[in-house]
T-cell receptor
Framework: NAGVTQTPKFQVLKTGQSMTLQCAQDMNHNSMYWYRQDPGMGLRLIYYSASEGTTDKGEVPNGYNVSRLNKREFSLRLESAAPSQTSVYFC????????????FGPGTRLTVL | EDKVVQSPLSLVVHEGDTVTLNCSYEVTNFRSLLWYKQEKKAPTFLFMLTSSGIEKKSGRLSSILDKKELFSILNITATQTGDSAVYLCAGGWVNAGNMLTFGGGTRLMVKP
């Protein structure tokens, strides 16, 4: 039981490049989330998926897109990376509603030059 | 706008001390208040407090929720160096998405 896994662990991009962050969970959870964490700002929600086939914007969605590929997988795409997207990205999942306990992946450290 | 504010921003104590971390929130449709511990990587869950459970305890850690005054505290007694971490507080609201809103965290350092 791996919980929530994320790939890659680290990534360096140049401005304007694109990439996809992958997330998978093996807990049969319905809801999945993408957060970014910047120094001193806690975690901010980018997008979430309350169930397979649905996605919704969170607090900071601009510059990102997501895909809920199936119940297990939820990917985050940066179409044209900008230095302001330098951050640590966490994926999380929860069994039910978003205000219950969420389980977090190990994070992806992204640097955009 | 829903908001969660944590204080202090950082704290340095010595092993054996007791610490109190604070979390205040402004809410529209409150459902839960969660505490997480974040060491070097992913946040790990500590407690969830709701209307039906306003006090939780696990070993040296305990937390209470004051729904009237809109705050929560996390207490750690007999601190150890392994307690050094960032402690995150998050409020759960019922809105279009039923999401968590996180505070900025309190960085705790416990010196030997």
């Amino acid at each position: 039981n791996a919980g929530v896994t994320q790939t890659p662990k680290f990534q360096v991009l140049k401005t304007g490049q694109s990439m996809t962050l992958q997330c998978a969970q093996d807990m049969n959870h319905n809801s999945m989330y993408w957060y970014r964490q910047d120094p001193g700002m806690g975690l901010r929600l980018i997008y979430y998926s309350a169930s397979e086939g649905t996605t919704d914007k969170g607090e900071v969605p601009n510059g990102y897109n997501v895909s809920r590929l199936n119940k297990r997988e939820f990917s985050l795409r940066l179409e044209s990376a900008a230095p302001s997207q330098t951050s640590v990205y966490f994926c999380a999942s929860s069994e039910g509603l978003g205000f219950d306990e969420q389980f977090f992946g190990p994070g992806t450290r992204l640097t955009v030059l | 706008e829903d908001k969660v504010v944590q204080s202090p921003l950082s704290l340095v104590v010595h092993e054996g001390d007791t610490v109190t971390l604070n979390c205040s929130y402004e809410v529209t449709n409150f459902r839960s208040l969660l505490w997480y511990k974040q060491e070097k990587k992913a946040p790990t869950f500590l407690f969830m407090l709701t209307s039906s459970g306003i006090e939780k305890k696990s070993g040296r850690l305990s937390s209470i929720l004051d729904k009237k005054e809109l705050f929560s505290i996390l207490n750690i007694t007999a601190t150890q160096t392994g307690d050094s971490a960032v402690y995150l507080c998050a409020g759960g609201w019922v809105n279009a998405g039923n999401m968590l809103t996180f505070g900025g965290g309190t960085r705790l350092m416990v010196k030997p």
